[in-house]
């Protein structure tokens, strides 16, 4: 591959003078305007060996592009070369031996669709349009997560590209280090060209949707459904998204952009069973809409895909919850709505289950044992101006710290969370061991433009040497 190649080599390879350049640079946040140098637009591995391989000789900075829904838009780089896997979303599905291959540059909607036709699923996350390898490298949450664990937790193995533009795969049994650090620590370890699930059945049919109240509500429902989720079983996913009703099918229109809260959930079982769990939830105050019904679980999976377009701009705070005690849903309902714009939202995420049961240290993933995982969207349109809006997310981020369990799901990281804030998110044992692999795969950090994890280096060898001296 060079810079003036020929329309037969391999990967294509967009310059800014290429007609398709100005909408493949483009990224899910329309907040992020970056010019790469190229874009290396793969179909395969050897096209990302030989993007590595190329990126690497000519010292280029490397942006690697899965979903490119990472919202601090680490899919795009100024200057460099962006490793674009948005045309490899293959999934081939083994009904018998219920897994799947799946390519790196695939969205959830493609998995949920491939997997569904055999009336198989995994975790995956809560909008179709997400990409698969940036949320499974982070970890992975989803309505599926508290019956059958995190998407990492589904992984059986991984083929990688590494920092050389070597091709290794990742499992159990090869390279068991890096598919340790590949199961919660992002892009930092190579370029990840298919990941293999474990699948289970599910549906088609499941007892799936949301259930609206009033945003006057939200005390009273957010204190109701602290015991609701205490005692779901693993089998119920659930979701509370605090905005407004977002004007989607189904949906009367004298109620759009209400303000309003929501319980969201999904059955990971039979419909009548998840009628009987879900039935106290339907039956409290007096909801604006009741849309939990028996659904397609493809279609349920796509359901919020309009309410989070392509091209709006968005910044988002992330921060976890040990439980809902009165004092945090005091801070929840004072805050969530007085973002200016009705398309901004809180989603916070019922953890547990499954989750919980996996030993901390098996996989890279931190905060196993917190109770909800919370983001606070700001949203706004290509026009108006996001300064409000983003100050509203970090306003309400701080009055919630206090209640915090303490650390950040890496997936809900902003472009203003530094270092500290990785670190922080992993835990210091973790990012420590998670360092050590860096150092062994990716020694000279090509892989950085992600929420990096620095490589051992010889100055922190000496601090964890002088560390221990002082110890001794
Ligand atoms: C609308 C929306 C809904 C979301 N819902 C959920 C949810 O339900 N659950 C959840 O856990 N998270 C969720 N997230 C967060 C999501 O996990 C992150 O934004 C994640 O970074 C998206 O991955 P991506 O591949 O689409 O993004 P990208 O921007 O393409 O990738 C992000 C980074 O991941 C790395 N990367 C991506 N693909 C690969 C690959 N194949 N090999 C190596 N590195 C790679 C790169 O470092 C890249 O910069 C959501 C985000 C959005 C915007």
Not at 73 to 95: K, Q
Not at 225 to 236: H, I, K, Q, S
Request: with cysteine; net charge negative.
């Amino acid at each position: 591959m060079s810079a003036t190649q020929t329309p037969q080599t391999r990967p294509e390879l967009l310059l800014p003078t290429s007609p398709d350049y100005d909408t493949a640079r483009r990224i899910w946040n329309g907040a992020i305007d970056r010019r790469p140098a190229c874009i290396a637009r793969c179909l395969g591995v050897a096209d990302v060996v030989a993007a590595v391989r190329f990126a690497r000789e000519h010292d280029l900075e490397i942006a690697v592009r899965g979903g490119g829904h990472n919202v601090a838009g680490t899919a795009a780089c100024d200057d460099g070369i962006v490793i674009d896997l948005s045309g490899m979303r293959a999934v081939w599905v083994d009904p018998a031996g219920r897994t799947a291959w799946v390519q790196g540059g695939a969205l959830w909607g493609d998995v949920d669709h491939e997997t569904q036709a055999h009336g198989l699923a995994t975790t995956g996350g809560i909008v179709g349009h997400t990409g698969v390898g940036g949320l499974t490298l982070g970890g992975g949450i989803g309505f599926l997560m508290r019956k059958h664990g995190l998407a990492v937790d589904n992984l059986l193995a991984a083929e990688v590209v590494t920092a050389d533009g070597s091709i290794v795969r990742a499992s159990a049994d090869e390279h068991p280090d890096l598919f340790w650090a590949l199961r919660g620590g992002g892009g930092n370890f190579g370029v990840v060209t298919a990941f293999w699930f474990a699948l289970h059945p599910l549906g088609p049919t499941v007892m799936a949707g949301p259930v609206f109240w009033a945003a006057d509500d939200t005390a009273d429902v957010l204190r109701f459904y602290r015991a609701f989720a205490a005692e779901a079983p693993d089998e119920l996913g659930s979701v509370v998204r605090l905005g407004t009703v977002p004007p989607l099918p189904g949906i009367p229109e004298d109620l759009h952009w209400r303000p309003a809260v929501a319980v969201i959930c999904c059955y990971a079982g039979a419909v009548e069973a998840g009628e009987r769990a879900v039935r106290a939830l339907r039956r409290f105050g007096t909801p604006l809409v009741d849309l939990l019904a028996p659904s397609s679980y493809d279609a349920f999976q796509g359901g919020m895909d309009d309410t989070v377009l392509h091209g709006w701009r968005y910044y988002w705070k992330g921060t976890t919850l040990p439980g809902l005690s009165d004092d945090a849903i005091s801070v929840i309902a004072d805050h969530a709505y007085a973002a200016g714009s009705p398309r901004s939202y809180v989603a916070m995420f019922h953890m547990g289950g499954a989750v919980a049961r996996v030993a901390p240290d098996a996989t890279a993933f931190a905060g196993r044992d917190v109770a909800h995982n919370i983001v606070i969207d700001a949203v706004w349109l290509p026009g108006e101006r996001g300064a409000a809006e983003t100050a509203w997310a970090q306003r309400f981020a701080h009055a919630l710290q206090p209640h915090s369990a303490g650390g950040v799901y890496v997936n809900f990281l902003d472009s203003d969370d530094d270092s500290s804030r990785v670190r922080e998110a992993y835990g210091d044992e973790t990012y420590r061991r998670l360092a050590a692999v860096k150092a062994k795969y990716d020694p000279d950090n090509a892989f950085h433009h992600n929420k990096n994890i620095q490589p051992v280096t010889l100055r922190v060898d000496a601090e964890l040497f002088v560390d221990r001296r002082e110890l001794a």
